[in-house]
């Protein structure tokens, strides 16, 4: 599976960014899609994630009320809206695939199998 992610750019403090990442290939029968982020030195962070159909959604508590994921099936295609944006959400922001539809692990970077080249995401204060 191959993704290609888009959106990514600069923006003042409170302002708000939608970052869109499209799946080519096989995708299989149910998947995850999952959002990471990562700034220069530190490790990859979870950000946020989605199951199988939208059944559930997961942010992490930096970002809980601010962003909003979201998928599109027919499409194979996730996005991720991001409101009031502050300097600490300055990173690449990766997205992921995850082949298993659930929740199992849907925080950990390691269960996802292909990854997007990353987008970078600048907040000006």
């Known amino acids: 599976v191959q993704l290609q992610a888009s959106g990514g750019g600069l923006v003042q403090a409170g302002g708000s960014l939608r970052l869109s990442c499209a799946a080519s290939?096989?995708?299989?029968?149910?998947?995850?899609w999952g959002w990471f982020r990562q700034t220069p030195g530190k490790e990859r962070t979870f950000v946020a994630a989605?199951?199988?159909?939208?059944?559930?959604?997961y942010y992490s508590d930096s970002v809980e009320g601010r962003f909003t994921i979201s998928r599109d099936d027919a499409k194979n295609t996730v996005s991720l809206q991001m409101n009031s944006l502050n300097a600490e959400d300055t990173a690449v922001y990766y997205c992921?695939?995850?082949?298993?539809?659930?929740?199992?692990?849907?925080?950990?970077?390691?269960?996802?199998?292909?990854w997007g080249q990353g987008t970078q995401v600048t907040v000006s204060s």
């Open positions: 992921a695939w995850n082949p298993s539809g659930t929740a199992l692990g849907i925080r950990d970077p390691a269960r996802y199998r292909s």
């Open positions: 290939g096989r995708t299989g029968s149910s998947y995850s």
């Open positions: 989605i199951t199988w159909r939208g059944s559930s959604t």
